[in-house]
């Protein structure tokens, strides 16, 4: 059964820096695309940072030059760093593990979720 094991959230203060870890339980790691995603309250989850098999990343406009996502195949860990925090980077953040293997057939897990509060 494949989990994703989120952990690094928290309460700090807005400038500050977290970093999430997110362990995947996955035979074929180096083959998913891995993302991080976050909801907050009231609002629809989106897409925060994404790295691909292949090394390829992407961030939201909102956490670019801010954010850095980081993938250790050995490991099955995407990580997620996070400085210069802002209150509205206050949500819950899900680790996504994502492969396409063909037009009927992907598969696409997603973690329990760590809370980021950004407050003083």
């Known amino acids: 059964q494949v989990q994703l094991v989120e952990s690094g959230g928290g309460l700090v203060q807005p400038g500050g820096s977290l970093r999430l870890s997110c362990v995947a339980s996955i035979s074929s790691f180096s083959i998913y695309d891995m993302g991080w995603y976050r909801q907050a309250p009231g609002k629809q989850r989106e897409l925060v940072a994404r790295?691909?098999?292949?090394?390829?990343?992407n961030y939201a406009d909102s956490v670019k030059g801010r954010f850095t996502i980081s993938r250790d195949n050995a490991k099955n860990t995407v990580y997620l760093q996070m400085n210069t925090l802002k209150s509205e980077d206050t949500a819950a953040y899900y680790c996504n593990a994502y492969h396409y293997y063909s037009p009927h057939s992907q598969r696409d897990y997603w973690g329990q979720g760590t809370q980021v509060t950004v407050s003083t």
């Open positions: 790295v691909t098999s292949s090394g390829n990343i």
